[in-house]
């Protein structure tokens, strides 16, 4: 038996910056990975967002190229609309936008990386910091008394105690179930994500990507929505839906997307060579359920941390992570590892985390996806909505009057399909979001301006089509 201040269960990107911040703290830390490395299964899964880097500058401006070869930095985003026939029938190229208040993320959407280089550099952190790792080393349980947690117990029956346990062993939690804070998924609150992974050569890469670092391919015609990241010498093109929601094999899905005429054409382009099939489970839920026991707390995708609009769970996972032993060295050092003392934890990740500012819309965000892009009926509709009102007017065959008249008759054929979805879900996400701030938004000089919109529009349209003379 083998005594620490905190054991840590998982080595991915929560578990290590957890082991991290313990060691750093002077804790006694140990943290497990069941991988040969952490890093091992690699996920591929790792856009890194913008808010690493502002939240750890000092530690992230060490992630470069030579630690991390695969690394590769993009700041557009191509958004693919691909109608019911497979045809592309609008391409959306997003960066980041004037609005923006972090300036160096106006330079990058995402910077991308190999989860099979990032998560061995984290672990590393701890390990310089530290922490012990032991790899290739399944913890099989806890370790309870009196109904607290009181350490894990290893497959071979080799026991770590510590009064404080982290559960960072992502969505398949022995933590989550053995301390009784999650028995199973609901089935609409987590999701299967197949995914290929293909090398290309990092010129061709640059050369034709340019500064793309991810593409979203919304898709109408029952396919779910799929996306397709950058690195630096490949890429991966996965898609995901809830548990339930799969009436074909997964692979199926992926497969049509990867042979869309316009995907084909990339793949040879870029001369990208098929290199690995992964399938992972990602939680995707609206709100996290508890997340703290007597002597145990759940970190990153353990707790169901990914953000509820688009799952990016990385850095939910980190901060968690932060937080979490933040308050266990307040209860080493207060010698309290009671439920009562852990529930600080969800207090700070809920009222002083940029996670719980996510989630207080979470439910909002989460039914949004829900209702479009893992929704094949409502994508029917939105796609060539979108299409036609975006990219319509680009069209020479008509005069242009007669074009917006075209464009605005057919948008209003998908009104009434669309209507039920706006309001169910769009208004509640403005209003929900907009809810602390509506006075300032709304400048009450522009309002008369909009209220009177409405009939000055219908006054200067003519009762009957006038005859317009030529000019002599
Ligand atoms: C296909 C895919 C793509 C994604 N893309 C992105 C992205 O681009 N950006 C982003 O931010 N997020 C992305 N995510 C989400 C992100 O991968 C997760 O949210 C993140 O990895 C969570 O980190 P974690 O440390 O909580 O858990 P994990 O990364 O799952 O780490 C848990 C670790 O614990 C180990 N482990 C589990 N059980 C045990 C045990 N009993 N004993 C010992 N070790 C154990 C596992 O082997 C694993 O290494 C993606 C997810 C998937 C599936």
Not at 401 to 426: C, D, G, N
């Amino acid at each position: 038996m083998k005594e620490y201040d905190i054991v840590i269960v998982g080595g991915g990107p929560g578990g290590s910056m957890a082991a991290k911040v313990a060691a750093e703290k002077g804790l006694k830390t140990i943290f497990f990975e069941r991988g040969r490395k952490p890093g091992e299964k690699n996920s591929s899964g790792c856009g890194l967002g913008p808010r690493m880097w502002r939240s750890w500058p000092d530690m992230m401006k060490n992630l470069t190229e030579d630690k991390c070869p695969s690394l590769r930095a993009g700041r557009f985003a191509r958004n693919y609309l691909v109608d019911k026939k497979g045809e592309v029938s609008a391409m959306i190229l997003a960066r980041p936008t004037e609005s923006v208040t972090y300036e160096p993320a106006k330079s990058f959407i995402t910077m991308n990386c190999y989860r099979s280089e990032f998560d061995p550099w984290m672990a590393d952190l701890a390990t310089n910091a530290g922490a012990e790792l032991k790899c290739s080393l399944l913890i099989k349980g806890l370790i309870k008394e009196n109904g607290t947690v009181k350490g894990v117990v290893d497959e071979k029956g080799e026991k770590y105690m510590a009064p404080i346990v982290i559960g960072a062993d992502g969505a398949v939690s022995m933590v989550a179930k053995q301390s009784g804070l999650r028995d199973k998924w609901y089935h609409d609150h987590i999701t299967l994500v197949p995914q290929y992974d293909f090398y290309a050569p990092r010129e061709k890469i640059d050369l034709i990507m340019h500064e793309e670092a991810l593409a979203v391919w919304w898709m109408a015609g029952g396919i779910p929505s799929a996306y397709q990241v950058f690195f630096g010498d490949g890429f991966h093109v996965g898609l995901g839906n809830w548990m339930q929601s799969w009436e074909k094999n997964p692979l199926y899905y992926l497969n049509y997307v990867v042979n869309l005429k316009h995907f084909q054409r990339l793949i040879k382009m870029l001369g990208a060579k098929p290199r690995e099939v992964q399938a992972h489970l990602l939680p995707w839920m609206p709100y996290p359920e508890k997340t703290y026991a007597n002597g145990v707390m759940l970190i990153g995708d353990a707790a169901g941390f990914p953000c509820p609009l688009e799952a990016e769970g990385i850095f939910p996972a980190m901060e968690s992570a932060e937080i979490a032993v933040e308050v266990a060295a307040e209860a080493i050092a207060e010698g309290d590892y009671s439920e009562n003392k852990l529930k600080e934890y969800e207090r700070r990740w809920q009222e002083e985390s940029s996670i719980g500012t996510e989630f207080d819309a979470g439910p909002q965000l989460w039914s949004v996806w829900k209702a479009l892009p893992f929704n094949a009926k409502n994508m029917d509709w939105f796609i060539p909505m979108v299409s036609e009102a975006l990219t319509g007017i680009f069209d020479w065959s008509e005069p242009h009057k007669v074009r917006i008249r075209q464009i605005v008759a057919h948008v209003k054929k998908y009104l009434p399909q669309a209507m039920p979805t706006l309001m169910s879900e769009f208004v509640p996400l403005f209003t929900k979001a907009l809810e602390d701030d509506m006075g300032k938004l709304m400048d009450p000089s522009i309002m008369p301006t909009l209220i009177n919109l409405l009939p000055k529009l219908m006054s200067l349209m003519p009762d009957k089509k006038k005859k317009r003379r030529r000019r002599k």
